[in-house]
T-cell receptor, first 112, second 114 residues
């Protein structure tokens, strides 16, 4: 089955800095890569996703890049704000059922 | 449009007992997935239901079972509870025929097994 590795487990930045979270996946057939944000006491919420037919996608301050050859993808958050503090999960899945395998999460802490 | 709701939010059980967790999917969604999230870990897929039929199952023993009802709400049942079953149980709904793959999660049911 699919295996998703995520690094780092904890990331501490100053407000205004950029944050990068990296993930690798094992199944070359995976073609859908969502990123979820989980705030304390809440369920995960989709913040951005990318499909295997594109290499990069941006949405305001967040962007995701995908390298299919190397089987890794990354989340980039620019101009971080305290409200970006949360746990971020990457995931990978194959088309059809869209049942994602999640990484172990990155706790992002943005200091004011 | 109502979101995904789960009940109960917290519960405490003892080893060997049975538990039932409930989930109401987002309006218009016909697919429900259940995940187990241990402390400090990512969600682990338990199973998925599509139109009342199990549509996929993760690496969980048979004492984890589920149901989906005609209104697309769902239950997760766990028999013979073990200490390691202590976790946050998340329900997520989706409209399987949409092309986005997005899962809409509830806030979860936190189960503590003593």
């Amino acid at each position: 089955g699919e295996n998703v590795e995520q690094h780092p487990s904890t990331l501490s930045v100053q407000e205004g800095d950029s944050a990068v979270i990296k993930c690798t996946y094992s199944d070359s057939a995976s073609n859908y890569f969502p990123w979820y944000k989980q705030e304390l006491g809440k369920g995960p919420q989709l913040i951005i996703d990318i499909r295997s037919n594109v290499g990069e996608k941006k949405d305001q301050r967040i962007a995701v890049t995908l390298n299919k050859t190397a089987k890794h993808f990354s989340l980039h958050i620019t101009e971080t704000q305290p409200e970006d503090s949360a746990v971020y999960f990457c995931a990978a899945s194959k088309g059809g059922s869209y049942i994602p395998t999640f990484g172990r999460g990155t706790s992002l802490i943005v200091h004011p | 449009e109502t979101g995904v709701t789960q009940s109960p939010t917290h519960l405490i059980k003892t080893r060997g007992q049975q538990v039932t967790l409930r989930c109401s999917s987002q309006s218009g969604h016909n697919t429900v997935s259940w995940y187990q999230q241990a402390l400090g870990q990512g969600p682990q897929f338990i199973f998925q239901y599509y139109r009342e039929e199990e549509n996929g199952r993760g690496n969980f023993p048979p004492r984890f079972s589920g149901l989906q009802f005609p209104n697309y709400s769902s239950e997760l049942n766990v028999n013979a509870l073990e200490l390691d079953d202590s976790a946050l149980y998340l329900c997520a709904s989706s409209l399987s025929r949409q092309n986005t793959g997005e899962l809409f999660f509830g806030e979860g049911s936190r189960l503590t097994v003593l």
